[in-house]
Nanobody
């Protein structure tokens, strides 16, 4: 199993920045997709960005391109396998929501923002933009 723990959420004014972190521990295959999803009240969960842990290739939701950046870092802590970050700049009120980290094995395919690809999910961290 893989455990995911998010941190870094909070409240910010429009135009501000927030950086989210997700620490992954447990057993992981050599190639994983790690992604950020978000869910606003009354709306469906949507993919925000994903990154391949081997190639570092990325995919973004069109609504966050040029404003958000996903990145990863090899573990520097005991037990933690991967840390994935989501740098969010020029935040807008419509970016408000619960942000979830997710991990999944793409097999021979590429990382996408389809939630069906992701097996493991974190508990979420709230981001509120006013």
């Amino acid at each position: 199993d893989v455990q995911l723990v998010e941190s870094g959420g909070g409240s910010v004014q429009a135009g501000g920045s927030v950086r989210l972190s997700c620490e992954a521990s447990g057993y992981m295959f050599s190639s994983w997709c790690m992604a950020w999803f978000r869910q606003a009240p009354g709306k469906e969960r949507e993919g925000v960005a994903t990154i391949d842990t081997i190639s570092s290739s990325t995919v973004y939701n069109d609504s966050v391109k040029e404003r958000f950046a996903i990145s990863r870092d090899n573990a520097k802590k005991p037990v933690v396998l991967q840390t994935v970050f989501l740098q969010m700049d020029d935040l807008k009120p419509e970016d408000t929501g619960m942000y979830y980290c997710a991990a999944g094995n793409p097999g021979w395919g590429a990382c996408t923002l389809g939630p069906e690809l992701y097996t493991y999910w974190g508990q979420g961290t709230q981001v509120t933009v006013s």
